[in-house]
């Protein structure tokens, strides 16, 4: 398996414009996360989904972001608009839901700087 | 609300020390606790995944031991090498998700 897939691996755009980051999940994978990170605030979940459904999004940080999964093994997280402080890594990961045995498979992360 | 806390927040130790790192959660209702390892760069990788009836799990020179009534887990490296540096991070799962800690940051030198 190709293990969790990101793209693009880096992105730098400016400020107002729209992002969109992309994720492909391991295949047989049915829950999967999106997280930020950043030096001063540490790795931060923003929003996960179980079986295409969004569970919690309560870590988004504002109506700018929103994500979604349009099929089980594909996933999206928007930005619009962009701004500067929006600059972190953004990482995905999957796992089976369900299964408190498995750990969560990360992909290599998106690196967005917002000029 | 959990929170994890890993400290020291960095380490620098010469190759060969046997070294040890930790992380506290405040919750001690957990489904389990993972270490991950984040190369400069990179995504982060599992370690070690402690279930919360177990007490350790081991994988080569890796120990990781887990007391849930203090609310500890402590990383263990044996003979570490300069290979071992990286940023090292525990998390703690819930039901679903997991929540991590701020990491430690090692540095091994020759």
């Known amino acids: 398996d190709a293990g969790v897939i990101q793209s693009p691996r880096h992105e730098v755009t400016e400020m107002g414009q729209e992002v969109t980051l992309r994720c492909k999940l391991i295949?047989?994978?049915?829950?999967l996360f999106w997280y930020r990170q950043t030096m001063m605030r540490g790795l931060e979940l923003l929003i996960y989904f179980n079986n295409n459904v969004p569970i919690d999004d309560s870590g988004m940080p504002e109506d700018r972001f929103s994500a979604k999964m349009p099929n089980a093994s594909f996933s999206t997280l928007k930005i619009q608009p962009s701004e500067p402080r929006d600059s972190a890594v953004y990482f995905c990961?999957?796992?089976?839901?369900?299964?408190?045995?498995?750990?969560?498979?990360f992909g290599p992360g998106t690196r967005l700087t917002v000029l | 609300k959990q929170e994890v806390t890993q400290i020291p927040a960095a380490l620098s130790v010469p190759e060969g020390e046997n070294l040890v790192l930790n992380c506290s959660f405040t919750d001690s209702a957990i489904y389990n606790l993972q270490w991950f390892r984040q190369d400069p760069g990179k995504g982060l990788t599992s370690l070690l995944l402690i279930q919360s009836s177990q007490r350790e799990q081991t994988s080569g020179r890796l120990n990781a031991s887990l007391d849930k009534s203090s609310g500890r887990s402590t990383l263990y490296i044996a003979a570490s090498q300069p290979g071992d540096s990286a940023t090292y991070l525990c998390a703690v799962a819930d039901a679903d998700k997991l929540i991590f800690g701020t990491g430690t940051r090692l540095q091994v030198f020759p």
């Open positions: 295949s047989g994978h049915n829950s």
């Open positions: 990961a999957s796992t089976y839901f369900g299964r408190v045995e498995d750990t969560q498979y």
